[in-house]
């Protein structure tokens, strides 16, 4: 498989799903004396550039941490400044989406979803959520995903109390990889081929305990609004060459 990027380089072996932790929006905006939601509003849109070079790429999932449940713990004023940029984001998401309709033949349909306890956040934010969910339901060109008050580590216990609970019932037989899946409210993506993060933190925090067991780790020194094409293009290069190298 191979794609020629903006840069003219052929890269090999391109990745079905990208997982991305796009961290050190706070900081970028205090070190420009900048009031922390305007990091954010940066990070936001810094989302939507890495969405089209992911499409120019042909990469078929994509997956953002949007904000943990550890971030819940911000300030209230944070969450909820954090909470609106999502809602007036996500409309303009839609309405490009709606525009791009009109073009169909060169834009990949995308279908948006959204993993994480949803019920905690706001009226408006989940109704936006849903409308999001239902308008690409049926697109299955290209996957992008967002984890709202997403944690790994809560995911987990919830999948195994719940197949717990069913294996008592009896309505569950046997407890192997395949079954716990399917009680993971992320289990139906695939694994990760890549997990980037930016910011010079170098853990994952919990992203996806079960997908990212076999990932390919990519750890970025820059604040997320800094992440550069080149940055994501030199991702994609290495990730190429560490596939020729262990290639099943």
Known sequence: MSHHSSSNQKIEYLPNHIAIIPDGNRRWARE????????????????????K???????????????????????KEEVKGLIKLFETKLTEIINDA??????????????IRFYGDIDKLSYT?????????????????????????????????????????????????NIDENAIRKYF???????????????????LSGLMPLQSGYSELFFVKKYWPDFSKEDFVNILKEYSRRERRFGR
């Not at 900048?34 to 939507?48: C, N, P, Q, R, T």
């Not at 709606?98 to 279908?111: F, G, I, L, Q, W």
């Open 32 to 51: 420009r004396g900048l009031y922390v939601l305007k990091g954010h509003e940066k990070g936001i849109d810094k989302i939507g550039e890495v969405l």
């Open 53 to 75: 070079w992911c499409k120019e790429f042909k990469i078929k999932y994509v997956t953002m941490w949007g904000f943990s449940t550890e971030n819940q713990n911000r300030s």
């Open 98 to 111: 709606k525009a791009k309709r009109k073009d169909e033949s060169n834009h990949p349909k995308v279908r």
């Open 125 to 173: 934010l989940k109704k936006y959520i849903e409308k999001i969910e239902n308008q690409t339901k049926n697109n299955d060109e290209f996957f992008v995903n967002f984890l709202l008050n997403y944690g790994g580590r809560q995911e987990l216990v919830k999948c195994v109390a719940k197949a717990a609970e069913d294996y008592k019932k009896g309505k569950l037989k």
């Open 185 to 203: 409210t992320t289990g139906d993506l695939p694994d990760a081929d890549i997990v980037i993060r930016t910011s010079g933190e170098y853990r």
